[in-house]
């Protein structure tokens, strides 16, 4: 472990847990622009996240111990994922302890426990939600999973460093396949950040709810760490899709640390760039009926599995 | 030489079968039977698992007891494949058997000291199975299993459902052991000998090879449970006393994983790789099946055993990956795929035990089985409901438990497979991938359901409020099964070492001979390729989950306030609002509505008494069973046609058979 992985680990973590309410609060800001709304402070998720630590946690007379445990549970997988998804050097050294299998194996983690979460008050809108919440995530994890296969086809490798400094290293080269794994990933990415069309992040609809149907009982310093992880769960969604098909600007392999304080403002614009294209998305797009959404998530598995196939057929 | 490693292992079954002896000295004593005889059979289980521990890796053992018939000697042989799979058997019965002590009551079926007998000659011939080293012993030990197997199943035989339940376990059971005599009638290729030492050395010819092969996928295939012979396994495994459901999902389903070992990669001399593509296909189809039935029951150990069908499939088709890769030559990758299956069945061991043995005590305590009427146990049964957690979150293949260590494994050898020479196969393999997440996410899925509707939310019944915990023997175990699944998952790289031998003797190469891993990294080729560390993994979590509790209560407050939940403000709740077991599966049930077969009856909107009812049923019972079914009664109604109860018409027919035989021997 060099000295400089062990900064850009730390630096690149803690970048994570303060850019990611930043990003939620630029989405949101795009959002209102979009729709012709007078926009919200670009800091308001911070604002909302000290405010909900200073006030009194409030928990049903039935909840168990799961229900109290699991926003700390969520949020240490999300800094787990932070850690390793390459959003600013490849010279991670805590990325060799889990690849991008295990990366979809720490989400999945995530989604169980806040779906055991809400079901354990037994309210009809919890259990509603973990039903939902779980049937997304049965079509969307194997979608991420190809997606990542895809990507990893080409470099020959699982490790997520390796993978972004294959596709980075070559010349400017066009994957077929990673055009099909990009739009692919997309549709996941907007289905698991609880997004129009799947969900609607803002919605005060509880019979559309989903992400929000399962967070209902959640208060104070609880609520605070869902919102946080949800936060960090788009902000490494996004730096996946930008490790692995704009992967410009990241400190490639064993690096100074000038190239990884120079990866910063890059990251800074990338993730600006992308928020306001999602926002884009969200304002162009309905939301589905839930019964839809299986196609929709159908559609991204096909497109991933597609894109699998390309590869290995062209053999790029 | 060593230890003589073979007669301990003889020992304990010998052990065994004396405990069980025993039992039926004193067959009502309840006493005697759970504080004396259970306990002592799970010191012989937990002996025998460490015997198999030091056997791994060592010089085959064998030896010839002179039991059975004349000139039919009993060869045994301790290698190890059986070692491994000893050691499977003697680690996950141990913790069964501890259970059992608690768990069996006086007032329910059979006589206690009479399970006692028929429990320990299950595990004593599933040991047997383990070290035969001829067809002989093989098939007498196999049919012993099943046996013993079909009385525990049957053990409240008064209720005609398990009854039918037995039949039908009973059935297959022979319909496979006939496949798996034709199998070693194949590979003893005609000269007579079946000793596995003589199969061995023997090089089948022709289309033979394939024969024997497709026989053993079918005959084990039965026992496993693999499609489309699983018909038994929803059946039996409710019908039987949840130990022995564990027993039979954890253990007995792995004997037939053995043999489909032994006799494809061990007496078979060669693998072709089309075999692999039928087995790697069957298995994907089993998992798919398995997990979408496992989605929409509403019984909670029909679920689980429906899972236990999924994880047969992922087996299998680890399996058949396996024989594509050492068909083609790639021992290393045949070596890192062998050695997720093992890992699996061993990991499938102890989780799927510790779910089933959670659902006795579930049954116990409430007296219910089906998943509507449970709910809340988390309050009443702590240890049952935490420990069942783990066992939950491992079997829905999470890190940082064993789950998820085998799967990532096998994920990493279907992502070799571009490798291969033959195209087609590298056409099937995104398909194969794709299928093989599509399960594992679906698993994910059966295990939130099974988890939320039983232990979390609120009672659906009142009398749940007076469920008791598990008793001592049953904490023991499930504390002894859930350290499995955790060391297990967090030392995989110890694990694997230990399963090397077994890779050497099978596919001819190690799994960890090129890694660049060390004892904390997992990395099956290098470590620039794939790693995964799930100790750091755990570390990190843990870490972070502590430091956030501390900073939040330090620099904030840890105030709580308990209130009636929020709900959207709405005021009027009961239990009954939750979503049912058949609520949760319900999306999946629209989904895939195809696979299933459905019967709705749905009341005309006139009905003063409306009654709303779904079946789910398999398509395999109505398109391939029941007509075999008829057929076979048919063909039995045209036999017994002949048969007229009269001595005269018999004297005939034997007269007409003589004269018949007179003129074709001649």
Redesign the interface.
């Known amino acids: 472990m060099t000295l400089a992985g062990f900064f850009s680990q730390l630096l690149q973590l803690a970048i994570a847990l303060l850019l990611a309410p930043l990003l939620v609060g630029w989405v949101n800001q795009c959002r209102a622009w979009l729709s012709n709304r007078s926009a919200p402070s670009l800091l308001l998720p911070y604002l909302m996240i000290r405010k909900l630590?200073?006030k009194?946690?409030?928990?049903?007379?039935?909840a168990?111990p799961?229900f109290r445990?699991t926003p700390?549970?969520v949020?240490?997988?999300m800094?787990?994922a932070a850690?390793i998804v390459p959003s600013l050097a490849t010279d991670l050294p805590?990325a060799?302890?889990?690849?991008a299998?295990?990366l979809v194996?720490?989400f999945?983690?995530a989604?169980?426990f806040i779906?055991?979460a809400a079901?354990?008050?037994?309210?009809?809108?919890?259990?509603?939600g973990?039903?939902?919440e779980?049937?997304v995530?049965?079509?969307a994890?194997?979608a991420l999973?190809?997606v990542l296969?895809t990507a990893?086809?080409i470099s020959?490798?699982?490790?997520l460093p390796?993978i972004v400094d294959t596709i980075a290293h070559r010349e400017f080269a066009i994957y077929p396949s990673l055009a099909f794994a990009g739009v692919a990933f997309t549709m996941v990415s907007l289905a698991e950040n609880a997004r129009i069309p799947v969900d609607n992040p803002a919605t005060h609809l509880?019979l559309t709810m989903i992400h929000e149907a399962m967070i209902?009982?959640y208060s104070a310093?609880h609520l605070a760490?869902i919102e946080w992880a949800s936060a960090l769960k788009l902000f490494n969604y996004s730096c996946i899709g930008l490790a692995l098909f704009f992967p410009f600007g990241i400190a490639v392999g064993a690096s100074d640390w000038l190239a990884i304080l120079g990866a910063a403002p890059a990251l800074v614009a990338k993730l600006a760039i992308g928020g306001f294209c999602l926002a884009l998305i969200e304002t162009l797009s309905a939301k589905l009926r839930?019964?839809r959404a299986?196609e929709f998530l159908g559609t991204a598995?096909l497109l991933?599995?597609l894109a699998?196939?390309v590869n290995?057929?062209l053999g790029s | 030489m060593g230890p003589n490693l073979l007669g301990l292992v003889i020992a304990a079954i010998a052990a065994w079968l004396a405990i069980g002896a025993l039992g039926l000295v004193r067959p009502r004593n309840l006493a005697f039977v759970s504080h004396g005889l259970f306990p002592a059979g799970a010191a012989v289980g937990l002996a025998l698992a460490l015997v198999a521990y030091f056997a791994i890796g060592r010089l085959p053992q064998s030896t010839v007891l002179p039991l059975g018939l004349p000139d039919l000697p009993f060869h045994l042989r301790l290698d190890s494949l059986s070692a491994f799979f000893l050691l499977l058997l003697g680690a996950a019965s141990t913790a069964i058997s501890f259970y059992a002590a608690g768990y069996f009551r006086s007032e329910e079926g059979a006589a206690p000291g009479l399970l006692c007998f028929e429990y320990h000659v299950f595990l004593a011939a599933m040991a047997l199975v383990l070290i035969a080293d001829d067809a002989y012993v093989f098939m007498v030990s196999w049919e012993a299993m099943a046996l013993s197997s079909y009385f525990l199943v049957t053990t409240d035989h008064r209720i005609p459902e398990i009854r039918h339940a037995g039949f039908l376990y009973l059935l297959i059971a022979h319909v496979g052991a006939i496949a798996i005599l034709l199998c070693f009638g194949v590979l003893q290729g005609g000269n007579g000998d079946y000793t596995f030492g003589s199969m061995r050395s023997l090089v089948l010819t022709g289309g033979w090879p394939s024969v024997a092969f497709f026989l053993a996928l079918f005959g084990f295939g039965a026992k496993a449970g693999l499609l489309p012979m699983h018909i038994w396994l929803p059946e039996a495994h409710p019908a039987a006393p949840s130990p022995v459901s564990a027993l039979m999902s954890g253990v007995m389903l792995k004997t037939a994983i053995y043999g489909l070992l032994r006799v494809t990669f061990d007496l078979l001399n060669g693998q072709l790789w089309w075999w692999g593509v039928v087995a790697l296909v069957l298995g994907l189809a089993t998992a798919l099946f398995g997990v979408i039935f496992a989605c929409v029951q509403s019984d909670m150990k029909r679920l689980l055993a429906y899972s236990s069908i999924e994880n047969i499939g992922i087996i299998v088709a680890g399996i058949g990956l396996t024989i594509l890769f050492k068909s083609y030559g790639k021992t290393l990758l045949a070596a890192i795929t062998l050695t997720a299956v093992l890992y699996h069945a061993l990991n499938h061991a102890f989780f799927k035990s510790l779910l089933f043995l959670a659902t006795g005590s579930v049954l116990h305590a409430t007296r219910e089985r089906s998943l509507g009427k449970l709910g809340g146990l988390i309050h009443r049964m702590p240890w049952v409901a935490w420990t069942a957690l783990v066992g939950t979150l491992a079997i829905a293949g999470l890190p940082p438990l064993n789950g998820f260590v085998s799967e990532w494994l096998l994920l990493q050898a279907f992502l070799f497979t571009p490798s291969l020479p033959q195209s087609f196969v590298n056409m099937l393999v995104p398909l194969a991938t794709g299928a093989l997440v599509l399960a594992v996410a679906l698993s994910a899925y059966v295990m939130v359901k099974f988890y939320g509707v039983v232990f979390l939310g609120r009672p659906r019944e009142p009398h749940l409020a007076y469920a008791k915990d598990a008793g001592w023997y049953e904490r023991v175990a499930f504390v002894w099964l859930v350290a499995g699944c955790v060391v297990l998952g967090i030392f995989p790289v110890n694990v694997i070492r230990m399963l090397d031998p077994v890779n050497a003797m099978l596919v001819g190469s190690t799994a960890m001979h090129g890694g660049g891993g060390s004892w904390l990294l997992l990395a099956p080729i290098d470590a620039g390729r794939s790693s995964y560390s799930p100790l750091i993994v755990l570390v990190v979590i843990v870490a972070v989950v502590l430091l956030t509790i501390q900073v939040v209560h330090r620099y904030y407050h840890g105030r709580v306030r308990r209130a009636p939940p929020w709900d959207c403000g709405f005021p009027l709740q009961t239990p009954r609002m939750q979503d049912t077991a058949e609520g949760f599966g319900q999306p999946i049930r629209e989904v895939f509505a195809p696979v299933l077969r459905i019967e709705r009856h749905l009341p005309s909107p006139f009905d003063t008494a409306p009654r709303y009812a779904v079946k789910l049923d398999d398509h395999f019972w109505h398109w391939l069973y029941l007509p075999v079914a008829n057929g076979a009664e048919f063909l039995a109604r045209l036999i017994g046609r002949i048969q007229q109860g009269r001595i005269s018409i018999y004297l005939t027919y034997s007269f007409v058979t003589l004269l018949a035989l007179l003129f074709f021997v001649r």
């Open positions: 630590f200073m009194d946690a409030v928990v049903a007379e039935q168990s799961v445990i700390y549970i949020f240490g997988a800094c787990c850690a805590f060799s302890a889990a690849d299998i295990a194996g720490l999945a983690l989604r169980v779906a055991l079901m354990d008050i037994g309210t009809a809108f919890g259990t509603l973990a039903r939902r779980m049937f995530g049965f079509l994890e194997p999973l190809m296969f990893s086809l020959g490798s699982t490790s390796t509880e209902l009982e310093r760490l839930i019964f299986p598995f991933a599995v699998m196939l290995l057929l």
